[in-house]
């Protein structure tokens, strides 16, 4: 096996350029990876909204019905996406049946994700829910460095199989990787061709 090629897909979702906090959408990619990329799934999600977990999970499961796979994980960077939007490992394999995967490479804290959302979100207790899991992040050595691992549905030890048959250039994997270039790219191309517009009308539309 060839050093970044799956023995099975995963699925890696990442997201676009935030320009501010609280206002506007942003583009979240979401890649099926095979060894390669095989297909993409982009939708938008509210900057600090509540919907991410939907969002990817419809994702993952227009991936899934397309490509007629069962993907072995999806691979997250953060239970955070666009700002302080949640999403979470519970529901996306509730709705969708595949395991999640959060890699970090440092390692998370609940205390300073708390004091952050006690200063801005008047529901912060509903979201501290879900980010309090980041506190059961566990560190590893892999093959290409320390990363700090939560898992959803899936062991630790084959959670960091998956991890290092993934990665290929650095810590990082190369599926989530790739889907931050994607994202990034496309939500900045959005910016500059939908100018002003992008944020006032993604408002609207990236509900």
Known sequence: ????????????????????????????????????????????????????????????????????????????DSITIAGFNIASPPTITRLTEVPVIVTYKYKPSSIRLEEALRKHFKDWQLRMKTLKLVDEAVEVTTRKGTLFILTWGVSLEEAVGIVEQTQIHARTPEPLRVADIIAYEVSKYIEKTVGGEWDKGSRTTCV
């Open 1 to 76: 096996m060839r050093l970044g090629e799956s023995l099975e897909s995963v699925v890696a979702c990442d997201d676009g350029v935030v320009e501010k906090l609280g206002e506007g959408c942003t583009v979240v990619a979401c890649i099926l990876w095979g060894g390669r990329p095989l297909d993409v799934e982009l939708n938008l999600v509210k900057v600090d909204g509540l919907e991410a977990s939907a969002v990817i999970a419809y994702a993952i499961t227009k991936l899934k019905l397309r490509n007629k796979v069962e993907p072995r994980a999806l691979l997250l």
